[in-house]
């Protein structure tokens, strides 16, 4: 998994400058908005956010912390759709997705214990994650994706649902984001 490809990916989704209205997040560049830019020491201009910085932001916030490099050596599509969920929703959110699925797919507690859907990617999940693809392989690994994704979609409408302003953003949303 060539975590800079997806870093790319997201970039070239996410943009350049915007400062929607609509959009709570405010002033952001390259989809990285003001508020995580300042809590990791960018202090200027969103205007002119270094790409390097956002990169940086984007490997450190939403592949190392929440530990999607292990999940790539299981499942590499799983890690990408992980990585590209965590900079829209939050690697918290992410990750639930990933546990509630597996929880989904283990046949009453046949194939893996249940996970605690605890949002942490930890030896728990990812021994379940390894049961899950020894079992199931590369099919089984779209069908996880697929539950994700649709864990993903039904949490979209429900933001646009809850907050009408957000309508804006769901064409977008589930144009750009689901099936990375």
Request: glycine residues 0%; without cysteine.
């Given at each position: 998994m060539d975590v800079a490809a997806l870093i790319d990916?997201?970039?070239?989704?996410?943009g350049g400058y915007s400062n929607h209205p609509a959009d709570r997040g405010g002033p952001t560049n390259f989809g990285i908005t003001q508020a995580v830019a300042r809590a990791n020491g960018y202090a200027g201009d969103m205007r002119q956010l270094p790409r390097a910085v956002a990169e940086a932001i984007y490997r450190r916030l939403y592949w190392e912390r929440p530990g999607y490099g292990f999940v790539a050596e299981i499942a590499p599509n799983v890690a990408g759709e992980l990585f590209d969920s965590a900079v829209n929703m939050g690697p918290a959110t992410a990750?639930?997705?990933?546990?509630?699925?597996?929880?989904?797919?283990?046949?009453?507690?046949?194939?893996?214990?249940?996970l605690k859907a605890d949002q942490l990617i930890g030896a728990k999940t990812l021994?379940?994650?390894g049961a899950f693809m020894r079992l199931r392989g590369k099919a089984g690994e779209k069908v996880l994706l697929k539950a994700m994704e649709a864990l993903q979609g039904e949490r979209y409408v429900a933001l646009a649902e809850g907050r009408p302003a957000n309508e804006a953003f769901l064409y977008g949303w589930l144009a750009n984001r689901i099936g990375y």
């Open positions: 990916e997201v970039i070239a989704r996410e990750t639930r997705f990933l546990q509630r699925a597996l929880n989904a797919l283990n046949r009453n507690q046949r194939d893996y214990p249940d021994a379940a994650l």
